[in-house]
């Protein structure tokens, strides 16, 4: 992901536009820290 794509997932738009996000990568890149940034935000 890029800058962009994470402050577009940061306005929590996709919630609002009732869309579903998945996250899926190699280990160790991120993506549950991005998540429970999400669900704190």
């Known amino acids: 992901m ?3 794509q994470i402050y577009d ?5 996709f919630i609002e ?3 579903n996000i998945l996250f899926f990568r ?3 890149v991120g993506k549950t ?8 935000k």
């Open 26 to 28: 190699s280990l160790g």
């Open 17 to 19: 536009e009732t869309e």
């Open 9 to 13: 997932l940061a306005t929590l738009r």
């Open 33 to 40: 820290h991005l998540a429970i940034f999400l669900a704190y």
């Open 2 to 4: 890029n800058k962009k």
